[in-house]
């Protein structure tokens, strides 16, 4: 049984499959701007350089790739706050099992997390990723607002919506990656972005 079938059936989450359900990652994005687009072609020649030299590690991830992204998008400034290695706990009801992990990033926005970033070195597939961030994103103390989560390898991304009221839901948008001809960095960060304005 794999780590999402176990979570589902714990926490009764369900994926669900309806297109409306995560719009956010693929409607009405913001347009950027020349100048983001040529850093953007940094980070990923930067990445590209990188894994000419394996094992790619997690936190060389996070320099390279994640950090400027969350910069770009403006997640640095106000009227976001940012944590790193934050602390969860996700406790089972009527099993007394608890589920501890730390989050590699959050973004935070008047108490209300906004984003859960969890990265992994280059050499790990996304779906492990997936139901760790899952996870830490079921253990958000503000449960009536959707929250986002972005796992990352530095080379592949995908995004994930997630609802509390009622039954768990949650979706994944298509995966980006830096191996395609074009720099798919431009649309994580015009993603990125769409998700700090619906808060801020």
Same mark, same amino acid.
């Given at each position: 049984m794999s780590v999402l079938s176990i979570l589902e059936a714990r926490f009764n989450l369900q994926r669900i499959n309806d297109e409306k359900f995560f719009t956010e990652w693929w409607e009405d994005l913001p347009e950027i701007t020349d100048l983001q687009k040529q850093y953007l072609d940094r980070i990923r020649e930067h990445f590209l350089r990188l894994i000419k030299r394996p094992p790619i590690l997690e936190n060389a991830v996070k320099m390279i790739?994640?950090?400027? %992204? %969350?910069? %770009?998008?403006?997640f640095y400034d106000e009227p976001f706050l940012f944590a790193t290695e934050e602390s969860v706990e996700l406790a089972i009801e009527d099993k007394?099992?608890? #589920?501890?992990?730390?989050?590699?990033? %959050?973004?935070?926005?008047?108490?209300?997390?906004?984003?859960? #970033?969890?990265?992994?070195r280059a050499s790990f597939s996304l779906l492990e990723a997936i139901p760790q961030a899952i996870t830490y994103m079921l253990a958000s103390p503000e449960q009536q607002k959707p929250i986002f989560g972005c796992v990352t390898s530095g080379e592949d991304f995908q995004f994930i919506k997630l609802t509390h009221p009622g039954t768990p839901t949650y979706d994944l948008s298509d995966k980006f990656t830096l191996s395609k001809r074009e720099n798919e960095l431009y649309q994580v960060l015009k993603i990125l972005k769409k998700i700090g304005t619906i808060v801020s």
């Open positions: 790739v994640v950090s400027p %992204l %969350l910069d %770009l998008a403006g007394g099992e608890i #589920i501890r992990g730390r989050i590699d990033a %959050l973004v935070i926005q008047a108490h209300f997390w906004l984003l859960i #970033i969890e990265s992994k």
